[in-house]
């Protein structure tokens, strides 16, 4: 195998393929980045058995063939050549790489005991434009459990039926988003890892549109030369039904921006802190938010139209920041149902997204 690159065109499509590579593993192969070099194309390709990246760029093919390079080696080496004309070779040594008048070799591995990667996968259709599936990506994903105890929470369910509805949970919070389907192959539900919606996020430049495919518990996207792989989730997700209440005891209509602005000062005092508490205390006066902790209170006073019961209700305050920015109108509306209840987050105007969250019931 040889060719000729750009190194900037070489280490961006690494940059990107990297990320796909395993990091604890005791097969080095799956650590690695498989190089393909045919006619005037290379294709760089990762897998870690969850997701699969491929990445593929025009060059100077002066000979073809297949290797397998370290991945985040290759990584980090090749974006130290951004400014530079490369010459990429197989060897006695390994890898080749040439550039100006220098020479530096990398070991390698056989490209034979690289995975077989199904990228013939298209059984069902999903067409969607890319600024809406980039904003449902946005609005849910921070939502998913980060162990695993539930390893279904680390995915996001994406139920294709009238449009598009994302939802995903902790165990703690609810995060459920909407978005129109340009046209689809039939109607399905797909749990899908958090992280490979990341990484579709990162591909889409927001213009046009993007089709998703799945088949078999796999999914592929692919857009610009860039293809993203990846299994899916198998098991049972929680129904919303169960857990979005349908009517509220309480909901307060507020500025956006200033409850977020005021959360934000509440929280600091007490960011070290295992609960990370601030208590609301919605009246006919306003909402009054506090924090307390050893090192401080903040007490302040949020203009709101309360409609209903007064309460007191005490949450994580990283739970409600998150959920608060995640929304975009200028007016948002909390509703509640009692101070050890679930309450939700929506836009006043546009809800096309929708936060639930679990109180914490306050020793004070």
Not at 21 to 49: F, H, W
Not at 128 to 134: A, I, S
Not at 236 to 262: G, M, Q, W, Y
Not at 297 to 326: C, H, P, Q, T, Y
Request: charged share 25%.
């Amino acid at each position: 195998m040889k060719f000729v690159c750009d190194g900037l065109t070489l280490s961006e499509a690494v940059m990107k393929v990297s990320k796909a590579c395993a990091v604890r593993t005791t097969a080095p192969i799956m650590e690695c980045i498989k190089i393909t070099a045919t006619v005037d194309e290379i294709s760089l390709l990762a897998t870690d058995g969850e997701i699969s990246i491929r990445k593929q760029f025009k060059a100077e093919v002066l000979e073809e063939g297949e290797i397998c390079v370290p991945g985040k080696l290759f990584a980090d080496f090749s974006s130290k050549l951004m400014g530079e004309e490369i010459c990429l070779a197989t060897g006695e040594r390994g890898v080749e790489i040439k550039y100006r008048d220098s020479v530096s070799y990398m070991q390698a591995l056989a490209a034979e005991d690289f995975p077989k990667i199904d990228l013939e996968i298209g059984e069902n259709s999903f067409v969607m434009k890319q600024e809406n599936l980039k904003r449902v990506i946005s609005e849910t994903t921070f939502c998913c459990a980060q162990d695993e105890s539930r390893p279904v929470l680390k995915g996001c369910l994406m139920v294709f039926e009238n449009g598009l509805e994302v939802i995903a949970l902790d165990g703690y919070r609810l995060a459920l988003s909407w978005a129109e389907v340009v046209a689809k192959s039939e109607e399905c539900s797909i749990i899908c890892p958090a992280r490979t919606l990341t990484e579709i996020s990162r591909m889409l430049t927001g213009e046009g549109e993007i089709i998703l495919y799945t088949k078999g518990g796999m999914l592929l996207v692919s857009s610009e030369g860039l293809t993203i792989v990846s299994r899916l989730y198998q098991g049972d997700f929680i129904k919303k039904e169960s857990v979005i209440p349908n009517s509220f005891t309480t909901t307060v209509t507020l500025r956006r921006a200033e409850i977020v602005a005021s959360a934000e000062r509440a929280a600091i005092f007490n960011r070290g802190d295992k609960n990370n508490l601030v208590t609301l205390d919605i009246g006919t006066a306003g909402v009054k938010i506090t924090s307390v902790s050893d090192y401080g209170n903040v007490s302040e006073v949020v203009d709101a139209e309360v409609e209903g019961r007064e309460l007191v209700i005490s949450m994580n305050a990283k739970f409600l920041l998150d959920a608060l920015r995640a929304l975009d109108d200028e007016k948002i509306v909390i509703s509640f149902n009692g101070a050890i209840s679930p309450f939700i987050l929506q836009n006043k105007e546009e809800k096309h997204s929708l936060y639930l969250i679990l109180p914490v019931r306050n020793a004070a």
